[in-house]
């Protein structure tokens, strides 16, 4: 069983925005982290943003200034809100915890397409 669901992806325009939701109330630990990764096809998943335990963000230089993590701790939810999109952040999006990492444990994904 994965511990974390994704959703929001959709089709937008370049210049757009999405904003993904990783709901993580399945997950048994303490809230220990999350990390937002894509992945397109034939390339390795790779790591978009992550928040920390105690709250700190970090995230990949390429999507810097455009993507914001935040978290609704009430309902256990983490949230990439994603502006102005480009085509090359086109890919299949997936959050994961430390553990679910760890363990090669990935859900479904949801679909982000960047076109006009």
């Known amino acids: 069983q994965v511990p974390v669901v994704e959703s929001g992806g959709g089709l937008v325009q370049p210049g757009g925005s999405l904003r993904l939701s990783c709901d993580t109330s399945g997950n048994t630990f303490k809230f220990n982290g999350l990390g937002w990764y894509r992945q397109t096809p034939g390339n390795q998943r790779e790591f978009v943003a992550g928040i920390s335990g105690d709250g700190n963000n970090n995230y990949a230089d390429s999507v810097k200034g455009r993507f914001t993590l935040s978290r609704d701790m009430a309902n256990n939810i983490v949230y990439l809100q994603m502006n102005n999109l480009k085509a090359e952040d086109s890919a299949v999006y997936y959050c994961?915890?430390?553990?679910?990492?760890?363990?090669?444990?990935w859900g479904q994904g949801t679909q982000v397409t960047v076109s006009s």
């Open positions: 994961n915890t430390p553990q679910g990492y760890l363990l090669g444990s």
